[in-house]
C-alpha cells in the first residue's frame, strides 16, 4: 500500500506522446523504449492503443510479454466493446478507457446527447470490470465540460466500478488554481479511488497544472518523456517527477539518475531533439558561463543549481564565452593538467574574450590552444 505522499508515474509516451505528428515508432523502438521505461521505475506503461492498428495491436502485446511481469500495461480503449476486447486479445488485465464529455465533443465529433454518454461510461466500465480488468476512465476534454456533468460522468464511472478516474486538460486550457479547485471537487467525488491527471501544454502550464492537481489530492500524473504529444505535448516526466520530488516532498518511484539517458533514448527513436534549454534534461540545465556563476558552482554547486546534476544523469558543463571569469577558466585548464600562474591566466581570458566579442563559440580546445602560449613562457 503506498503511503499518502507517493504519487504514480503513468507514462503515456508510447501511446499519447506516439499519437503527436511526425512520430511512428516500430514495434522493434516501442519495446526499447518500455524496457527502458521499467528500468526507470514509472508505475504505469500506456503501451499503445491496442484497436487503433495491427502495429499497435502486436506492440501491446509484445510490451506486456516483455515487462508486465514487474509493472501495470495498460491499453487505451474508447467506451465500447470492440476497444475493450481488442485490449483483453493483446493480453491486458488493465485498460484506459475514455470518452469525452464536453458539449463541443459532444455535438461535432461523438454526436451523442449527455445521457447516452452516461450510458457508454457505465456499459463499457463495467464490461471491462466483469471480464476482471483493472480500469481507468478518462472524461475527454474534461477541463471544458460543464462541472455538474463532469461530477456526474466521474460519479458513473465510479458505480460502474471504475478503479480510477482521470482527468484530462485536453486542450491545456487550464492554469494552476483554477484546476486546483476542479480537481478538489473531483476527488470529493470519487469515493475514495484514484484520482489522475493528464495535462497537456498548450500554455505552457502542464506540469504547473499537474502540480497543482497533486496539491489538490491527486495521487497519479500522467506524463510523457520529453514531454513529446500532441500540439504542444503534455506534461514531461523528468519535470513534474523533480518537481514532485525536489520542490513538494513527494516521494516517486523512479530512479531519477536514469532520466538523462532515458530522455536520449526516446529522443532518438522518436526523431524529437530535446530543446537545449530542456529543464532537467536539455544541455545547458547545468550549464555555466558567467564569471560569477561558474566561480559560485566551483565553490559549492547549489548556488546556481537547485538540484546535482548526478541526481537525474546530466551533466554539468563550464562553458567559456565573453562571460567567462577567471575561476572557470582555472577550472578548465587543470582539468587538462595545464596550471597557469594568476597573471597568465588573466592573459589567456582577455584572448578568450576577444575571440569571443567576435561571435565565435570558445570551446575547451580553444582555451588550451591559448594557454599553451603562455606555458613556460
Ligand atoms: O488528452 C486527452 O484527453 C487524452 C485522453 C485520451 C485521455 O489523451
Ligand atoms: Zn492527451
Not at 494552476?176 to 479547485?181: E, I, Q
Not at 478538489?184 to 499537474?210: E, M, P, Q, W
Not at 524529437?272 to 559560485?296: L, Q, S
Not at 591566466?345 to 566579442?357: I, S
Request: net charge negative; hydrophobic share 40%; aromatic share 6%.
Amino acid at each position: 500500500m503506498f503511503s499518502t505522499r507517493r504519487i504514480r508515474i503513468f507514462d503515456t509516451t508510447l501511446r499519447d506522446g506516439e499519437q503527436a505528428p511526425g512520430i511512428d515508432l516500430t514495434v522493434e523502438q516501442k519495446v526499447r523504449i518500455a524496457r527502458q521505461l521499467q528500468r526507470l521505475g514509472v508505475d504505469v506503461i500506456e503501451a499503445g492503443f491496442p484497436a487503433s492498428s495491427e502495429g499497435e495491436f502486436i506492440a501491446t502485446k509484445k510490451i506486456l510479454e516483455e515487462v508486465g511481469d514487474s509493472v501495470e500495461v495498460t491499453g487505451l480503449a474508447r467506451a465500447n466493446k470492440n476497444d475493450i476486447d481488442k485490449g483483453i486479445e493483446a493480453g491486458l488485465s488493465s485498460i484506459h478507457v475514455f470518452i469525452a464529455t464536453s458539449d463541443i465533443h459532444l455535438k461535432y465529433k461523438l454526436k451523442l446527447t449527455r445521457e447516452q454518454v452516461l450510458d457508454r461510461i457505465y456499459e463499457s466500465v463495467r464490461y471491462a470490470k466483469s471480464h476482471g480488468l483493472v480500469v481507468e476512465y478518462s472524461p475527454e476534454d474534461a477541463t471544458r465540460t460543464d462541472e455538474d456533468f463532469l461530477i456526474q460522468a466521474v460519479k458513473t464511472a465510479v458505480e460502474a466500478g471504475a478503479d480510477r478516474v482521470n482527468i484530462p486538460d485536453t486542450v491545456g486550457t487550464m492554469y494552476p488554481f483554477k484546476f486546483y479547485d476542479l480537481i478538489k471537487k473531483v476527488v470529493n467525488a470519487t469515493s475514495g479511488r484514484i484520482v489522475s491527471v493528464h495535462c497537456h501544454n498548450d500554455f505552457g502550464l502542464a506540469t504547473a497544472n499537474s502540480l497543482a492537481g497533486v496539491q489538490a489530492g491527486a495521487r497519479q500524473v500522467h506524463v510523457t518523456v520529453n514531454g513529446i504529444g500532441e500540439r504542444a505535448g503534455n506534461a514531461s516526466l523528468e519535470e513534474v517527477v523533480m518537481a514532485l520530488k525536489k520542490l513538494m516532498d513527494y516521494e516517486v518511484g523512479v530512479k531519477t539518475w536514469l532520466l538523462y539517458d532515458t530522455s536520449r533514448l526516446v529522443s532518438e527513436l522518436s526523431g524529437v531533439p530535446v530543446p537545449y534549454f530542456k529543464a532537467i534534461v536539455g544541455e545547458n540545465a547545468f550549464g555555466h558561463e558567467a564569471g560569477i556563476h561558474v566561480h559560485g558552482v566551483i565553490e559549492n554547486p547549489l548556488t546556481y543549481e537547485p538540484m546535482s546534476p548526478e541526481e537525474v544523469g546530466n551533466f554539468r558543463r563550464l562553458a567559456l564565452g565573453k562571460h567567462s571569469g577567471i575561476h572557470g577558466l582555472r577550472k578548465i585548464l587543470e582539468e587538462d593538467g595545464i596550471h597557469l600562474d594568476d597573471e597568465k591566466l588573466k592573459a589567456v581570458l582577455q584572448e578568450v574574450k576577444r575571440m569571443a566579442d567576435t561571435g565565435k563559440k570558445i570551446t575547451a580546445e580553444d582555451a588550451k590552444r591559448i594557454a599553451s602560449k603562455y606555458l613556460n613562457t
